[in-house]
Nanobody, 127 residues
Framework: QVQLVESGGGLVQAGGSLRLSCTAS????????MGWFRRPPGKERAFVSA????????YYADSVKGRFIISRDNAKNTMYLQINSLKPEDAAVYYC????????????????????WGQGTQVTVSS
């Protein structure tokens, strides 16, 4: 079982930056590919970014490429999402998630491939 806790959300002006963290419990954090998803107000949850277990592969949704940076520190059981050049459309509840399969070779972008979820952290963007 993997338990995830997000932090770092808040109110930021458009154009600003924010770093989200996702801390995992358990000893096998590095065995899981990890992902970030977000749910904007009134919309469905959508894929944002993902990273392989050892951090050598990353993947981004087109809408965040060049602005968001995903990373992880396996020694700290923590994944990060650096959000730069915030836009009003980035406002959402951000969720971190762990792949349902350990040591999976490929990164997944679909929700149902992730079995473990955090409670979410709110990012609000003021214009």
């Amino acid at each position: 079982q993997v338990q995830l806790v997000e932090s770092g959300g808040g109110l930021v002006q458009a154009g600003g930056s924010l770093r989200l963290s996702c801390t995992a419990s358990g000893r096998f954090f590095s065995s899981f590919n990890m992902g970030w998803f977000r749910r904007p107000p009134g919309k469905e949850r959508a894929f944002v970014s993902a990273i392989s277990g050892n951090g050598d592969k990353v993947y981004y949704a087109d809408s965040v490429k060049g602005r968001f940076i995903i990373s992880r520190d396996n020694a700290k059981n923590t994944m990060y999402l650096q959000i730069n050049s915030l836009k009003p459309e980035d406002a959402a509840v951000y969720y971190c998630a762990a792949d349902r399969v350990m040591f999976r070779a490929g990164i997944r972008t679909v929700e149902n491939e992730y079995a473990y979820w955090g409670q979410g952290t709110q990012v609000t963007v003021s214009s």
